[in-house]
């Protein structure tokens, strides 16, 4: 099903019943009496529900099965060594942070799929809880320095590592410690979290409006280094970005490649440096964001004063931006790390 057919309207069908009393005469006198009285109006509202949406995405959830789950939340590698990952495909959504030795990490949030396997789990970084703390839910990593477990252990979470997973993780022995740590999805939700189901994260576009912005044919995300640039294509078969790296398609160990519906760009300062031991994102705050969806982009504001609620995306005008339905891949790069964008042609 494509992208618009996913959307929902709402129609609110007003009837309006006016009843006029017919006049009817009295007697007990030569002179008729016309009794009258005023029209009277009914009126009646009902309104057509929009379906259930899933939270994290904002696609129909028809059957409500996002509405009995919380958000789960796990910390993936992202070294040459351990591509291609397992599970990226299905997550809601994914954000790319810088850590030390600027290279990246993923962290993936499940909602909507549950996949069988999600992996390799590893460890938090101070930026974690950042991210983590308007969705709440499970959070599952696989240790950490004592200041990035010590902060994770204040952000609103069920915390799950390898100590408490039991078989909800599991390592896999033909791969090197530490990149061979998984997680089962389906295990770790039952492990539990709250809030069920989570808040959203964005607003969505919802019929009969359209994204609109600039038209764009392909965009480069400049994290330091060629292992971790990242390109975005736009495919207009699939209304998706495909994600590659190296000129290489970026996928998961299923062989599907990367492709979210929308790429959310905020660009932030890391407190202590970027690429430091200990840096973290400043998510608290507002920067500049570049929102891609549709073929297109979008350039604006995120704007977050409290670390309880999401980021609000606003455009030059301070209108919300609204992303389509589907998933979404929000990067992070440091603020100065360049951006490359391709205009589509014609």
């Not at 590893?122 to 240790?143: E, H, K, M, N």
């Not at 060629?226 to 998961?252: E, H, I």
């Not at 929102?291 to 670390?307: E, N, S, T």
């Not at 609000?312 to 998933?327: K, M, N, Q, V």
Request: net charge positive.
């Amino acid at each position: 099903m494509s992208v618009a057919g996913r959307r929902r309207a709402s129609w609110v069908v007003v009837a309006v019943v006016v009843a006029v009393v017919g006049a009817s005469c009295g007697g007990g006198s030569k002179k008729a009496k016309r009794a009258t009285t005023r029209p009277s109006l009914v009126t009646s509202t009902s309104t057509v529900a929009l379906p259930p949406t899933a939270p994290l995405t904002g696609l129909p959830d028809p059957n409500r099965e996002t509405r009995s789950r919380p958000a789960l939340d796990v910390k993936v590698e992202n070294t040459p060594m351990v591509r291609p990952q397992t599970g990226l495909e299905a997550a809601d959504i994914v954000w790319e942070e810088v850590v030390e030795g600027e290279i990246t990490r993923f962290l993936a949030m499940f909602q909507s799929q549950v996949p069988a396997v999600v992996g390799p789990v590893r460890s938090a970084r101070l930026t974690d809880p950042l991210i983590v703390w308007p969705v709440g839910g499970i959070f599952a990593y696989s240790g950490g320095a004592p200041y990035a477990v010590n902060a994770i252990n204040q952000a609103p979470v069920n915390v799950v590592d390898e100590s408490k997973a039991g078989p909800a993780m599991f390592r896999n022995r033909s791969q090197a410690v530490p990149h061979n740590l998984y997680g089962r999805p389906p295990q770790l939700f039952a492990l539990g979290g709250q809030p069920v189901p989570p808040p959203p994260l964005f607003q969505y576009v919802r019929a009969p409006d359209v994204f609109t912005g600039q038209s764009v044919a392909a965009f480069t995300v400049g994290f330091a280094g060629d292992d971790y640039r990242v390109t975005y294509t736009w495919s207009q078969a699939t209304g998706r970005w495909l994600r590659s790296m190296r000129g290489r398609p970026f996928t998961a160990a299923s062989g599907q490649q990367i492709a979210p519906t929308n790429v959310v760009v905020m660009f932030v300062q890391y407190a202590g440096g970027v690429g430091a031991l200990g840096a973290e994102a400043s998510l608290v705050g507002q920067g500049d964001v570049w929102v891609f969806a549709d073929g297109k982009l979008v350039k604006g504001q995120w704007v977050r004063p409290d670390r309880a609620k999401p980021a609000e995306l606003r455009d030059a005008a301070g209108h919300p931006i609204r992303l389509l339905p589907g998933s979404t891949w929000v990067e992070l790069p440091a603020v100065g790390y360049p951006m490359g964008v391709m205009a589509a042609a014609g």
